[in-house]
């Protein structure tokens, strides 16, 4: 696309956007196939995409609900093998399924909420952290919120030791201001997001907590938002860390970090906007110039709508969802 073209665009071509999702919704290209594992993250894209575009009258429920639920492990039956450990149980699997269901209209009450705190207990590490599974894996800030947001769909926080949780995010805040997706790593615009949506679901901080007069924190947000407002580059996007390009999901990532601190008017909106305007050539792209995908399609229109684009659902920032699918409206 030219750079006479890009300027010429005011908004977002929604139409093409719903087009592209429903298409995804339907059929995913063959470059997904080696992503089969990850099926549930994929179709919490695309499905929360369709919402996002206020379009959900072209997913099909009720078959949405039954695929979710088909991968759900029931202790002491033939699902689980494992004698009710719950081997198979996977945080970030299980957060973007609970999302999905609030997303259709499910109530999650029906589910046994029991059972997977039971589980997610189970993972929750000495420190504070989470393993996604039971077998081992990774231990960082991005199975802390899984966890914190499973709880908080739930309205179970039985799972997780809370204290010591918050204690291991406060940990991960580095000498800049932003958290790194475990103690002493380097700032990062995602594990500053998980961080900080984590703290506000748990209820330790209080959302648009920079618009109180007493600014007395668990974090040091100063730090924070000094390192914050130095993402935004001179193209009008974030990155997510020093010496990296602009991103699309990162607009989502610190935009929405921006949004529960009550600190959106400290950037440059118009800008950022433009440059998510930049990324679109039929649809959304990491960064101008590249092919489209499914990840920064998605945190393009979230982006988008905490920008409060004209045609798009308002954003739950914290859990990622609209506000109706948050809300269970």
Known sequence: MSSSETSMETTIDKDLHVTFTHMMYHLLPNPYESQ??????LAYFVISSIDILNSLHLVEKEAVVNWVLSFQVRPGTTDDPNNGMQMKFHLASTYCALSILKIVGYDLSNLDSESMSTSMKNLQQPDGSFMPILTGGETDLRFVYCAAAICFMLDNWSGMDKEKVKDYILNCQSY????GLVPGAESHGGATYCAIASLRLMGFIEDNVLSSCNLSSLIDLPLLLDWILQRQGTDGGFQGRPNKSSDTCYAFWIGAVLRILGGCNFVDNKALHGF???CQYKVLHKFPGE???LYHSYYGFAAFSLLEESGLKSLCSELG???TAANGV
Do not use: R
């Not at 089969?36 to 993250?41: D, F, G, Q, S, V």
């Not at 800049?176 to 958290?179: A, H, I, L, P, T």
């Open 36 to 41: 089969e594992i990850n099926h549930l993250t």
């Open 176 to 179: 800049d201001g932003g958290f």
């Open 276 to 278: 998510l305007l930049s």
């Open 291 to 293: 092919f489209p995908d």
């Open 321 to 323: 969802i609209t506000n």
